[in-house]
């Protein structure tokens, strides 16, 4: 099992720096117009010719309620009439993409995301299922990872009943804070009945992992109240948590801009919050996987990373990092081999293109040479703690130490402050520096020093 991790506020306040959370490499930020669909459909015939397996994720961006802390892409609306023109276009997206793939191609993991995904009503996330199963090769036999995000004030029992029955085996609740004081200031209100309610219904439909969202660092939150809702959460007893560090950027995100920041917990109270949270659910039995996840110990994620299998993608931490992934809907990026590609996120340029009998791929970019091993080196990094050079060396045929050897000095930094253990075999995050593995795998980001601070969160 691997060591616990150590809380060290000197450290965290040292390495405690803005900078991206490594769903990918290089990051999103790095994205530009040069790639389009000629370049998408040459890597969907790559994938075709090597049939590798898929992860497909949709993207639903309607919510009927804003909440002032998101910066997703999401479209707020009463109007559940919006809904029709989108899955017409989406529909079509999917019979486009799917053409240049091969039916043996099997679809090992799904992820419907948002937005509000049970924002569709139920005949029409009948119909959108019965298209994704007819253009692509979804499993039968409920072995695949087929996981929808809910909101429990847009879910009760009969909606829980058809997502499992149209073969969604995962749920990710989102909660963030029970306190209703936080709740108002951030336009979100949903009693601890609601979610119980839907958790309920899930465990007793056999679904198969139940993964809960929190944020700390919200308006009017107090380490005393966060510490009650966690301690509600651990309650619940889902498989997996996600503890996200809200980012207060209200310059990029418009809904932000009705927060108060003046209600917003001081950096020292976030880092109580962080630490007594990590105490809570530490003592609960689950363990750390990696930047805001938690997992029980017989949990996939936690028994991959066990046995140096974890991976990371657009959709976080998993097991199907070999897949390729098909991202479908606004906004959604793809990662098909070397390709990252992403949609329009602008609801009429991606509903226009695809009128047109045209994919609504805006921006990619295609990896390099050099993209590919810092990709290999970051997702060691972030996911086992752990880099061995001569697994690198022997992957990409290059001399660790001399083709990374402006960046010793600062490793070596790193190991005096007891962050890592660096020698000429290995880097070791140390059990101080997994919160800030992220600050770890930043010295390797050949991209880094181009970009805007401002447009990434801290750390911790």
Known sequence: MLDAIRWDTDLIRRYDLAGPRYTSYPTAVQFDGHVGTFDLFHALRESRKALRPLSLYVHVPFCANICYYCACNKVITKDRGRALPYLQRLEQEIQLIACHLDPAQKVEQLHFGGGTPTFLSHDE????????????????????????????????WSTMGLLRELGFNRVSIGLQDLDPAVQRAVNRLQSLGETRAVIDAARTLQFRSINIDLIYGLPRQTPENFAR??????????????????????????????????????????????????????????????????????????????????????????????CDLIGLGVSAISQIGDLYCQNSSDLNQ????????????????????????????????????????????????????????????????????????????RITVLPAGRLLVRSVCMVFDAYLEQQNRQRFSRVI
């Not at 009948?126 to 879910?155: H, T, V």
């Not at 805006?362 to 001569?390: M, P």
């Open 125 to 156: 996330l009948r119909q959108l299922m019965a298209q994704l199963r007819k253009s692509f090769n979804l499993l039968e036999d409920d072995s695949g990872d087929y996981g929808i995000e809910i909101d429990p004030r847009e879910a009760d």
């Open 229 to 322: 809702t966690v301690d509600e959460v651990i309650n619940l007893q889902p498989d997996r948590l996600s503890v996200f560090n809200y980012a207060h950027l209200p310059e990029r995100f418009m809904p932000q801009r009705r927060i108060n920041s003046d209600e917003l917990p001081t950096p020292a109270q976030k880092l109580e919050m962080l630490q007594r949270t990590i105490e809570q659910l530490t003592a609960a039995g689950y363990r750390y996987i990696g930047m805001d996840h938690f997992a029980l110990p017989d949990d996939e994620l936690a028994i991959a990373q066990e046995e140096s299998t974890l991976q990371r993608n657009f959709q976080g931490y998993t097991t199907h990092g070999h």
């Open 350 to 425: 991606y509903q226009n293109a695809l009128a047109s009998a045209q994919l609504a791929t805006n921006r990619g970019l295609l990896c390099n040479a050099d993209d590919r091993l810092r990709r290999a080196v970051i997702q060691q990094l972030i996911c086992s703690f752990n880099l061995e050079f001569a697994e690198i060396e022997k992957a990409f045929n290059i001399d660790f130490r001399g083709y990374f050897g402006e960046l010793w000095p600062q490793l070596q930094r790193m190991a005096e402050d007891g962050l890592i253990e660096l020698n000429n075999e």
